[in-house]
Structures are given as structure tokens and as C-alpha cells.
């Protein structure tokens, strides 16, 4: 079965950096394009960044982009959400995606 584990959140100071990454199984990671949403509290989820899946297309929020970059690893089965210049309006539940299949998620939150 499909599985999507999360890792790499936490807390960091305004203008840090953190990277997710997402461990998948059960599924020939290497066909399917993979996303990252987020949800903060009280608002809807959103999506954050898309990666093709060779990885030779990706796509971003307004919100993140130039601050935000999806990567994979096809061999790692792996993919990774590296976040730069972060703001505390990036604090969320992190989740990474394949279509109808969802991680746990993971906490990021940026405060001083």
C-alpha cells in the first residue's frame, strides 16, 4: 500500500530554514508527479509546490516562490521541500502528496 512518511519539521527563527522530506513506498515512485500542501490553523489547505516526475518541471505558490524548492530523489524514492527566508505566516502542518493518498504531515513553525 501507498505510504507517505513525513520528516524534517519544527521550529525556526524568521529568515531560517528547514527541509522536509518525504519518504514513499508502495508505488513506482518515479512515474507519478508528487505535491506539498500545507494548512495553518483555521484555513483551508493549500497547495505549496509540484514536481514532475522525472523532477524536470515544478511549480510554486505565489507565496513561496523564490523562497521555496521541491526536489526529488527517484533512486531515495524521496522527495524534499527545502525552505528558505521563512516567514511566520510559512507556520503550518506540512503534508506531502500523490493524488488521493496523504503523509501525516509535519509542524513547521516560524517564530522569534
Known amino acids: 500500500q501507498v505510504q507517505l512518511v513525513e520528516a524534517g519539521g519544527g521550529l525556526a527563527q524568521p529568515g531560517g530554514s528547514l527541509r522536509l522530506s518525504c519518504a514513499a513506498s508502495?508505488?513506482?515512485?518515479?512515474?507519478?508527479?508528487m505535491r506539498w500542501y500545507r494548512q495553518a490553523p483555521g484555513k483551508e489547505r493549500e497547495l505549496v509546490a509540484t514536481?514532475?516526475?522525472?523532477?524536470?518541471?515544478?511549480s510554486y505558490a505565489d507565496s513561496v516562490k523564490g523562497r521555496f524548492t521541491i526536489s526529488r530523489d527517484n533512486v531515495k524514492n524521496t522527495v524534499y521541500l527545502q525552505m528558505n527566508s521563512l516567514k511566520p505566516e510559512d507556520t503550518a502542518v506540512y503534508y506531502c502528496?500523490?493524488?488521493?493518498?496523504w503523509g501525516q504531515g509535519t509542524q513547521v513553525t516560524v517564530s522569534s
Open positions: 514536481i514532475s516526475s522525472a523532477g524536470y518541471t515544478r
Open positions: 502528496n500523490l493524488n488521493d493518498y
Open positions: 508502495g508505488f513506482t515512485f518515479s512515474s507519478y508527479a
